[in-house]
């Protein structure tokens, strides 16, 4: 994702005038929701694997997720299939940019 998808400058323009962005990996997330941390019990809810986008409100609720492989057909030249899965190429990665702007779109901050 990284190396396509939130490389693009509009992407990352986007994200940033929209959202408050971090990155957190599952194992962080799963210890704390073992300790009672609601926001990582959440988190632990909506995951999916191998990566998981999630979008929540001011209030903490879910606004809508992506998934890596779920939501973007194809996979980047960077990046490994899961465990499982033929890697795919991508055809086209501009239509793995339009589709997350019509996700943001879609999904409008209230």
């Known amino acids: 994702m990284r190396a396509g998808l939130l490389s693009q400058p509009e992407i990352i323009s986007r ?3 929209q959202f408050v962005c971090t990155t957190v990996l599952i194992d962080d997330v799963r210890k704390y929701a073992e300790k009672g941390d609601e926001l990582a019990k959440q988190l632990k809810e909506q995951w999916t694997y191998p990566l998981e986008m999630i979008f929540l409100r001011t209030d903490g609720s ?3 997720k992506l998934n890596s492989f ?3 057909p194809g996979v980047h030249a960077d990046v490994a299939a899961p465990p499982g899965k033929a890697r795919v190429e991508v055809p086209n990665e501009r239509a793995h940019v339009e589709m997350f702007l019509k996700h943001l779109d879609e999904h ?3």
Request: proline share 8%; glycine share 0%.
């Open 15 to 17: 994200l940033n005038e």
């Open 62 to 64: 879910l606004m809508f």
């Open 108 to 110: 409008p901050l209230k």
């Open 70 to 72: 779920k939501d973007f």
